[in-house]
């Protein structure tokens, strides 16, 4: 992978997590390509519009507590399929006022090179990955 590809792939990573921070909900949208899927343990959430992602973002952000200040990405691997599909694992970190973590987890993100620009399309939260032989 080119290291500018990795890079676009960080900094749109990095705006979207800043607008989660600020519970941006319009600016967080703008990430996604539709339909977008959340992939749950239990069940696969989908999206198929902006208004939709909307309500389940305002239901995930909403749903913090009144001391969370923002996020951190602790660690970011790129992985890139043929040239338009990138495969990031992501760990992070949420932080309260006081800049102490409070939780760490990690997730999977599904993007799409499309008109141009990287976007979100769906992802998935774990607790560990584990490579089968």
Request: aromatic residues 18%; charged residues 25%; glycine residues 4%.
């Amino acid at each position: 992978m080119l290291s500018s590809e990795k890079q676009d792939i960080i900094d749109i990573l990095e705006e979207y997590n800043n607008a989660f921070g600020e519970a941006n909900y319009s600016k967080i949208i703008k990430f996604f390509d539709y339909p977008a899927s959340f992939n749950l343990n239990d069940k696969t959430i989908t999206a198929s519009n902006k208004f939709k992602l909307k309500l389940i973002y305002k239901k995930i952000r909403g749903g913090l507590p009144d001391y969370y200040s923002y996020s951190k990405w602790e660690k970011i691997n790129v992985q890139l399929i043929d040239s338009n599909i990138a495969i990031v694992n992501a760990d992070f970190s949420r932080y309260k006022n006081d800049d102490t973590i409070f939780y760490s987890g990690s997730a999977q993100y599904y993007l799409r090179f499309k008109d141009n620009e990287w976007k979100i399309f769906s992802l998935t939260p774990y607790t560990s990955i584990e490579i089968l032989d």
